[in-house]
């Protein structure tokens, strides 16, 4: 192993992401269920999932305010305060007087405080590691976020299936507390924490931001990519509407909140054989790969919701392996066939209107959910795949998209337009 890339301060970094990812696995499965035992509506599990997706949106606009805090300071304040949000719950319940939008408000608060905290970890990350393994260093701490996930997933529906979602929470919050321990051991000098007479700099920021994706959309105007975004975007707004269901067609489905769990240890695993699998499929035409992916998906959405439980859990992770598949194609064909200064305001374009989408999907999904049953955003998500493979299979231009290698996004005139 290489003694610099397993520093002491990235051994610190690596033990709080561990120590992160164990309450994190848990609190997916048991914020969600909670919700929905306090309310018993659908229509909440929409917006608990629509607040926590929220912050990803806006999350260009809070990273810049960490250039006003001592990186060091801020992570042990907020993982200490996560920690202390959490607390509320259980400590509300033991006096029953938690309701619902207690929960929802504590959850919205985590998530936004996590989206402040995020970059502050990945800023630290190469001047712990070196610039030579940063790769390695990222490689390392995803494994081990995506794998204890695959493991605590699963636990966390037993778990909160034997000792209930508010004691789960409080596990959560002890993880943030031990986090926030944890981060009092890191030795760096103190990052340089901008003026108030710098304030101005956050402004350039945000006007760099919006300069960015209007030279991004421009850009991509001429080009097949736009087909593609819509495409994206529509379908995430309905898988939006199918994750806020989730918890209580699980509940349907199953019986019991262990369920969840498994459906969610499901989805991360048809993702994760969907990476390894588009390597090997990657030279087959991407016009095809795409519409046999989207029909994949949409199939056996459909099947899941026509099967017993254990067949519908499988059913519902086969069918993202056709998503994991459709993600990686799509960013490796912006990496490779976009120009290099264009594929951050690119991927920035895409990234934006998708993270919209999935929120504002998940409180029609509660909606419905709530009105009708939560097997309908399920049956909606499956049909809007088959319909995604449809339009593809109509376009005359994207059904015949060559391999990924082979593709040209632009038209020879339409690529002198877009430079």
Same mark, same amino acid.
């Given at each position: 192993?290489?003694?610099?890339?397993?520093?002491?301060?990235?051994?610190?970094?690596?033990?709080?992401?561990?120590?992160?990812?164990?309450?994190?696995?848990?609190?997916?499965?048991?914020?969600?269920?909670?919700?929905?035992?306090?309310?018993?509506?659908?229509?909440?599990?929409?917006?608990?999932?629509?607040?926590?997706?929220?912050?990803?949106?806006?999350?260009?606009?809070?990273?810049?305010?960490?250039?006003?805090?001592?990186?060091?300071?801020?992570?042990?304040?907020?993982?200490?305060?996560?920690?202390?949000?959490?607390?509320?719950?259980?400590?509300?319940?033991?006096?029953?007087?938690?309701?619902?939008?207690?929960?929802?408000?504590?959850?919205?608060?985590?998530? %936004? *405080?996590? @989206?402040?905290?995020?970059? $502050?970890?990945?800023? +630290?990350?190469?001047? &712990?590691?070196?610039? #030579? =393994?940063? /790769?390695?260093?990222?490689?390392?701490?995803?494994?081990?976020?995506?794998?204890?996930?695959?493991?605590?997933?699963?636990?966390?529906?037993?778990?909160?299936?034997?000792?209930?979602?508010?004691?789960?929470? %409080? *596990?959560? @919050?002890?993880?943030?507390? $031990?986090?926030?321990? +944890?981060?009092?051991? &890191?030795?760096?000098? #103190? =990052?340089? /924490?901008?003026?108030?007479?710098?304030?101005?700099?956050?402004?350039?920021?945000?006007?760099?931001?919006?300069?960015?994706?209007?030279?991004?959309?421009?850009?991509?105007?001429?080009?097949?990519?736009?087909?593609? *975004?819509?495409?994206?975007?529509?379908?995430?707004?309905?898988?939006?509407?199918?994750?806020?269901?989730?918890? #209580?067609?699980?509940?349907?489905?199953?019986?019991?909140?262990?369920?969840?769990?498994?459906?969610?240890?499901?989805?991360?695993?048809?993702?994760?054989?969907?990476?390894?699998?588009?390597?090997?499929?990657?030279?087959?035409?991407?016009?095809?790969?795409?519409?046999?992916?989207?029909?994949?998906?949409?199939?056996?959405?459909?099947?899941?919701?026509?099967?017993?439980?254990?067949?519908?859990?499988?059913?519902?992770?086969?069918?993202?392996?056709?998503?994991?598949?459709?993600?990686?194609?799509?960013?490796?064909?912006?990496?490779?066939?976009?120009?290099?200064?264009?594929?951050?305001?690119?991927?920035?374009?895409?990234?934006?209107?998708?993270?919209?989408?999935?929120?504002?999907?998940?409180?029609?999904?509660?909606?419905?959910?709530?009105?009708?049953?939560?097997?309908?955003?399920?049956?909606?998500?499956?049909?809007?795949?088959?319909?995604?493979?449809?339009?593809?299979?109509?376009?005359?231009?994207?059904?015949?998209?060559?391999?990924?290698?082979?593709?040209?996004?632009?038209?020879?005139?339409?690529?002198?337009?877009?430079?």
């Amino acid at each position: 192993m290489n003694q610099r890339l397993f520093s002491y301060n990235f051994n610190i970094l690596l033990s709080g992401v561990f120590v992160k990812a164990i309450g994190t696995g848990i609190y997916s499965i048991a914020g969600m269920l909670l919700v929905l035992y306090i309310s018993g509506d659908p229509f909440y599990s929409g917006v608990a999932f629509f607040v926590i997706s929220l912050p990803s949106c806006i999350s260009f606009l809070i990273s810049p305010f960490a250039n006003y805090v001592s990186y060091k300071k801020a992570l042990i304040v907020c993982e200490l305060a996560k920690s202390m949000l959490l607390f509320l719950i259980p400590l509300l319940y033991a006096f029953s007087v938690l309701q619902v939008s207690y929960v929802i408000m504590i959850m919205f608060s985590v998530a %936004l *405080i996590s @989206a402040f905290t995020y970059p $502050i970890e990945t800023t +630290l990350v190469p001047s &712990f590691v070196g610039k #030579a =393994n940063v /790769v390695k260093a990222n490689s390392y701490i995803n494994t081990l976020r995506e794998s204890l996930d695959i493991v605590f997933l699963a636990v966390a529906g037993v778990l909160v299936a034997v000792i209930g979602s508010v004691q789960a929470v %409080l *596990i959560t @919050a002890c993880c943030h507390a $031990i986090t926030s321990l +944890l981060y009092l051991l &890191f030795r760096f000098e #103190a =990052n340089k /924490v901008t003026n108030d007479s710098d304030t101005y700099k956050t402004k350039i920021l945000i006007q760099s931001y919006k300069k960015d994706l209007k030279a991004g959309i421009e850009y991509i105007r001429h080009s097949i990519l736009p087909h593609i *975004i819509v495409s994206a975007v529509f379908v995430n707004f309905f898988v939006g509407g199918m994750f806020a269901s989730l918890p #209580a067609f699980s509940l349907m489905q199953g019986g019991s909140e262990a369920f969840y769990g498994y459906f969610m240890v499901a989805m991360t695993l048809g993702m994760l054989g969907g990476s390894i699998l588009t390597p090997r499929i990657k030279q087959l035409p991407y016009g095809s790969l795409t519409m046999v992916s989207a029909l994949w998906a949409g199939l056996f959405w459909l099947g899941a919701t026509l099967l017993p439980a254990w067949f519908s859990i499988v059913f519902y992770g086969i069918g993202f392996i056709a998503v994991g598949v459709i993600n990686i194609l799509l960013f490796s064909i912006i990496q490779q066939q976009v120009e290099v200064k264009m594929i951050g305001r690119v991927i920035t374009v895409l990234t934006s209107f998708a993270a919209i989408g999935q929120p504002v999907g998940a409180l029609l999904g509660g909606t419905i959910s709530s009105m009708f049953s939560p097997v309908y955003p399920f049956i909606l998500s499956g049909m809007i795949m088959v319909l995604f493979s449809l339009y593809w299979l109509l376009h005359p231009i994207l059904r015949s998209l060559k391999p990924i290698d082979k593709l040209t996004l632009f038209t020879p005139s339409a690529e002198k337009q877009a430079q």
